[in-house]
């Protein structure tokens, strides 16, 4: 709705700014179309304000958060958008009006964004107080999928039971072997969570033979979605730099 709106309200005057006119429109209006197009700024201004403030509210409501970083930059985008209006005779020059154009696409590849991930979240589950996403359709490296977390102000987890994890993952997905990413890597001696904590190199989670030395900062932590041997889904420690898919869990 804001993006038609904007379309249909700077058309006009895009047009003047393409083709190089006068942007003056005091010039060539009567009073009376002067103050209806003062009116009409007025009310783009209090629209597009309450249009942010409605997306933001609309985010939190569906409990999927915008960093503060991406929230700061969206608000300061269009303040400045509105700044440049403002200073100007009409609705502002092809550059004023390309920087206001520009915010409304931010705001709806946001929103586009925010919709892919709530789409991911028909597969959300919870495993006591650990809700995780996974995203069994897009892949990456391990700093891939870490950052793509963080953006969303999530982090990669920390499972407390691998097996119940993988089940979930089997039971959304048809094939039979994946690898998903979750928040461990390597510092030379053993796999560390990102929390802080250690995995037992002993421990009954790992994939028979592993870790062995595959322990080094090059070598992060994904839970096997396929069963080995013995019926367990276990950790595994390939090289952080293959493409994997992975799980967000929120915080």
């Known amino acids: 709705t804001l993006v038609m709106f904007t379309v249909v309200m700077l058309r006009p005057h895009v047009a003047l700014a393409i083709t190089g006119q006068n942007h003056s429109l005091a010039s060539q209006l009567p009073t009376g179309k002067m103050i209806l197009l003062a009116m009409m700024k007025s009310f783009f201004h209090i629209y597009l304000v309450y249009t942010l403030m409605g997306f933001a509210v609309m985010v939190e409501a569906k409990d999927i958060k915008l960093s503060r970083d991406d929230l ?30 520009n915010s409304t696409q931010i705001i709806a590849e946001a929103l586009n964004h925010k919709k892919e991930i709530a789409e991911e979240c028909r597969d959300c589950f919870t495993q006591g107080s650990q809700t995780f996403i996974p995203f069994p359709t897009k892949t990456g490296s391990w700093d891939d999928a870490k950052n793509f977390c963080e953006e969303l ?56 033979g592993w870790p062995a030395a595959y322990v080094t900062s090059a070598h992060c932590l994904v839970v096997v979605t396929h069963a080995n041997p013995n019926g367990e889904s276990t950790f595994y420690s390939p090289p952080c730099d293959q493409r994997n898919y992975f799980i967000c869990e929120k915080v």
Request: hydrophobic share 40%.
């Open 72 to 101: 700061k930059f969206l608000i300061a985008e269009i303040t400045d958008s509105i700044a440049g209006v403002n200073c100007t005779q009409n609705f502002g020059t092809k550059e004023q009006l390309d920087l206001l154009i």
């Open 153 to 208: 102000g999530f982090v990669l987890p920390e499972p407390r039971d691998p097996n119940i994890l993988a089940q979930h993952l089997r039971a959304i997905i048809d094939v039979e072997q994946n690898y998903y990413w979750i928040g461990g890597r390597g510092d030379g001696y053993r796999i560390n969570w990102l929390s802080g904590g250690s995995i037992d190199s002993n421990s009954e989670w790992w994939w028979s």
